[in-house]
């Protein structure tokens, strides 16, 4: 099991910017699959990026491609999520989550085993 825990989170006008970090720790950080998610209020939760822990690649949801970067530092157990351009409707609570998902399901939330607790991203018009 992984122990994760999400900080960064805040209140920005729409086109601003916020850098979220997640801590890990409790086994080798760079055996497991690192995604963000993101949970408006009223709406189910969503896929926003994921790094493989295999090869490093990365997947962006449409929404954020081109704003959102996912990175990692294995010697420091982080995994870091830079957010420019933000707008009114990236707000929500974003979560960290690790795991092995299966080629091709990196995007379903059941795929991971360990979530962090969240952190609140307001972005106000």
């Known amino acids: 099991q992984v122990r994760l825990v999400e900080s960064g989170g805040g209140l920005v006008q729409a086109g601003g910017s916020l850098s979220l970090s997640c801590a890990a720790s409790?086994?080798?950080?760079?055996?497991?699959?690192m995604a963000w998610f993101r949970q408006a209020p009223g709406k189910e939760r969503q896929f926003v990026t994921v790094?493989?822990?295999?090869?490093?690649?990365?997947y962006y949801t449409d929404s954020v491609k081109g704003r959102f970067t996912i990175s990692r530092d294995n010697a420091k157990n982080l995994v870091n999520l830079q957010m420019n351009s933000l707008k009114p409707e990236d707000t929500g609570v974003y979560y960290c989550?690790?795991?092995?998902?299966?080629?091709?399901?990196?995007?379903?939330?059941?795929?991971?085993?360990?979530w962090g607790q969240g952190t609140q991203v307001t972005v106000s018009s």
């Open positions: 989550a690790a795991g092995h998902p299966e080629p091709g399901l990196e995007f379903v939330g059941s795929a991971y085993s360990d």
């Open positions: 409790g086994r080798t950080f760079s055996d497991f699959a």
């Open positions: 790094m493989r822990m295999r090869d490093f690649a990365t």
